[in-house]
């Protein structure tokens, strides 16, 4: 039975709600095979937002018709038949361009209406989707990238990411929330899927009942970044891994159901939970899912910010995972051809996307590690990175993102390569940088910030590009968002500000002293 879309007579609702109500986001699929035939120009403008549905959104300028394009890719994990579907697309439709996302995601540039039919049967066959990768919609499920083969997790998360997955992709009741929604599943004690950021986040725990200890998790729920942050918090339940599923669907229609519909900037999830507490939040979530147990113990020990550079035993005797970095999440087709060939040669074709932007390839036996480090791809995706390009994290900015109010990506590379020939520490300093406050970049949890904004330049009174700085984020122990700097620093001035402002740290810490610590 369909539920009911209560808020349809709530005058108040914004436009693009009543826009929902004309057409579910959904419906864009059924549509797209005709407009790949009809053209770009054939496509109604009001139409142009509901294509985030499916994974689509217009790059920068809209008018000239190129979409960008997320798919999903829950957990990060990906076999090799679907890295090489991916890069035949980037390479074949997407001007060999292959961005890893803060999601673990993958996402292609220069798409033409009339490619997208190809490229959903080439995912299809590979069991890949980009529904849900963006919209109003349950959004791409993050969790541990070493599902399965990490010592450090509490259990495997892979079958449960998989059915709460499969549960949302394609589902009607679902398809029409309030805003984005960010769901984490991950039982890494490290907390690589960064928990506090997601509207729902479940972490490991464990719980004596009748006598025997049980393997599950605590739930967190109502955070999220953009301009108002806000740090998830943890509800007083224990869930069994069977009943993660349930009680991801019960919160999820009471966000469907009581979240907010007026103003788009006050839709997400944390904006109901701030309002109703987390103890009533719990009580309504209980009226969906009947009896829960109560807190447990909370198995997160420490946070790795989704960092796993260099070979690490795996849990299973005998085998290695390789943590690799991506500068900036940004490869070429080709580069992932490359990837996905030597990681079907020394693994077993397995490339693991991790919430940093970086790589992570899995099983390989410990007498080819030595052989497969050997490889030429390594010297640019390197295992062991300098310390700044290693910890560089940037959003797409305003090469194609309509959003954005600065260039990102390639500007944090040049920074970060230049502050590597700078600036030698022995710690990493995790530099994010966003071109606007919508903050894909992440970098609340930044060690340092770089928030793109426009400013009158003091030598020329134009507008130009410019930078706020925020300092000190982090997730470790709870968590906790970076602070802004007085004033702002024009571009072009910002490399070498940052390089004294980490001379100051390199000069005043003490060794090993961590950045978030100083
Ligand atoms: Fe675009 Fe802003 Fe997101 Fe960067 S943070 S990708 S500029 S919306």
């Known amino acids: 039975m369909a539920y009911e879309k209560h808020w349809a007579n709530n005058d108040k609702i914004n436009a693009t709600e009543k826009q929902k109500l004309k057409m579910d986001g959904l419906e864009i699929f059924q549509k797209i095979p005709e407009y790949a035939r009809s053209g770009f120009a054939s496509i109604p403008k009001e139409e142009w937002p509901m294509f985030k549905w499916a994974g689509l959104y217009l790059q920068r300028p809209r008018e000239e018709g190129y979409f960008m394009m997320r798919v999903c890719i829950p957990s990060g994990i990906l076999n090799y ?5 991916l890069a035949g697309i980037a390479r074949d439709y997407g001007r060999g361009i292959y961005d890893i996302t803060t999601r673990q995601a993958v996402q292609f540039h220069w798409l033409r209406i009339e490619d997208i039919p190809d490229i959903f049967e080439r995912l299809k066959r590979v069991g890949l989707s980009t529904a849900g990768a963006c919209g109003d919609i349950t959004r791409n499920i993050v969790g541990n990238p070493l599902a399965g083969i990490d010592p450090d997790e509490l259990l495997d998360t892979t079958p449960i990411v998989r059915e709460v997955y499969e549960t949302f992709q394609h589902n009607p009741d679902f398809s029409n929330l309030p805003r984005k929604y960010k769901v984490s599943i991950s039982a890494n004690q490290k907390n690589a899927s960064n928990a506090e950021i997601n509207c729902v986040a479940f972490t490991p725990a464990v719980k004596t009942i009748d006598g025997e ?5 605590h739930v967190k729920v109502g955070g999220g970044l953009s301009s108002r942050p806000y740090l998830a918090e943890t509800l007083d339940l224990f869930i069994r891994p069977e009943e993660v599923k349930k009680v991801t669907v019960a919160i999820t229609t009471i966000f469907r159901d009581y979240g907010y519909r007026e103003k788009r900037t006050r839709n997400r999830l944390k904006f109901l939970i701030a309002d109703w507490g987390p103890e009533r939040f719990k009580e309504k979530v209980l009226e969906y899912t009947g009896p829960l147990p109560t807190k447990g113990t909370d198995m997160l020990t420490d946070w790795n910010a989704g960092y796993f550079y260099g070979v690490h035993p795996q849990k299973q005797e005998g085998l290695n995972y390789i943590g690799l970095n991506v500068p900036m999440g940004r490869l070429t087709a080709d580069e992932v051809l490359e990837l996905a060939r030597v990681s079907n040669k020394y693994g077993n074709g397995e490339i693991r996307n991790c919430s940093s932007q970086n790589l992570v390839i ?15 791809i390594f010297k640019r995706i390197s295992v062991d990175p300098p310390k700044f390009i290693g910890y560089a994290v940037s959003c797409t900015g305003i090469e194609y993102c309509n959003l954005a109010l600065v260039e ?8 970060a390569e230049f502050l590597d020939k700078q600036v030698e520490v022995d710690v990493p300093v995790r530099i994010h940088m966003v071109g606007c406050p919508n903050s894909c970049g992440q970098r609340q949890i930044a060690d340092i910030g770089l928030q793109g904004i426009k400013m009158k330049s003091k030598e020329t009174k134009e507008l130009v590009d410019a930078f706020e700085i925020h300092v000190g984020g982090t997730l470790k122990q709870g968590g906790e968002f970076n602070r802004k700097l007085k004033g702002k620093i024009d571009s072009q001035h910002l490399p070498a500000v940052l390089k004294q402002f980490l001379l100051h740290f390199k000069e005043q810490k003490q060794p090993e002293e961590s950045f978030h610590s100083f």
């Open 362 to 376: 899995p099983h390989v036996p410990d007498d080819q590690v030595e052989t497969l480090l050997q490889e030429e």
């Open 408 to 415: 990102t990506k390639e500007r944090m590379r040049k920074i």
């Open 81 to 85: 038949d679907q890295v090489v579907t």
């Open 213 to 217: 200890e049980v393997k599950g998790f």
